[in-house]
């Protein structure tokens, strides 16, 4: 199937996400991803990190705890923009990096960049706004495994790994929006309750409009990727051109 673009939808990469989809749905609740639900928390916390920069703040120290809850402690200049994007970062942080990790693996082909980023990413955060010894073993030790797999895993089993992370994300997002939706006592004690005090909007109003600003970012991501590039734009592979130099 062709788009006006040129673009051909890209039917293994479907079937991919769709299992990829499905193992993370189905095994939700195995102890197996619970590293993978502490590293989408620390995706969470890292958007309202780099929103509290982003305004001129500053960021003191952030937690992750082993019951996948996490809190980020910044520093914020005065004024009500301010906080709203603050408080509004942490909701898109793990909707924008599965929507990422998507566009990076698949419609640029920039695998062990991806995990190689990630694992920077994760150094940095711990190594600079760690808040305990658990946060930051945890950002330290994921990040090794992500560069060691970057280094030796072959290709496909990166483009597996990081579009399974990619869903795995997606996931997550999608159904933390729907706690925080659909759930009045989680609603209460999460950003929608912030950010209904601040403005005076109803919690579930925030929970709404960012469920569907998530899933709007994650459709058009998805459905980029899943296009596979006119041959004229392809981008060539790393290895492609270490052999021509």
Not at 41 to 69: C, F, K, P, W, Y
């Amino acid at each position: 199937m062709r788009t006006a673009s040129g673009a051909q939808l890209d039917f293994g990469r479907l079937a991919l996400l769709a299992l990829m989809l499905g193992v993370g749905w189905y095994f939700w609740d195995s102890p197996a991803l619970w590293p993978m639900k502490v590293l989408v928390v620390m995706m969470h916390e890292s958007g309202h990190a780099l929103a509290t920069l982003l305004v001129g703040g500053s960021v003191d120290r952030i937690h992750l705890a082993a019951n996948e809850s996490g809190s980020c402690l910044s520093r914020l200049p005065p004024g009500l923009f301010a906080k709203v994007a603050v408080y509004s970062g942490g909701y898109l942080g793990s909707a924008v990096a599965g929507a990422g990790l998507m566009l990076a693996t698949f419609r640029f082909q920039l695998r062990r960049w991806v995990l190689g980023t990630a694992s920077v990413w994760l150094t940095v955060m711990g190594l600079v706004y760690a808040g305990d010894g658990f946060t930051l073993l945890f950002c330290l030790g994921t990040a090794v495994v992500l560069a060691l797999g970057a280094k030796f895993l072959p290709d496909g089993v990166v483009d597996a790994l990081n579009l399974f992370i990619a869903a795995f994300t997606a996931l997550y997002a999608l159904f933390d929006l729907r706690s925080d939706l659909w759930n009045s006592a989680v609603r209460s004690q999460s950003d929608a309750a912030l950010l209904a005090d601040l403005t005076y909007v109803p919690a579930v109003v925030w929970a709404a409009l960012w469920s569907l600003i998530a899933i709007g970012l994650l459709a058009v991501a998805a459905y980029t990727s899943l296009h596979a590039r006119p041959k004229g734009l392809q981008m060539p592979s790393i290895t492609a051109r270490a052999r021509r130099v």
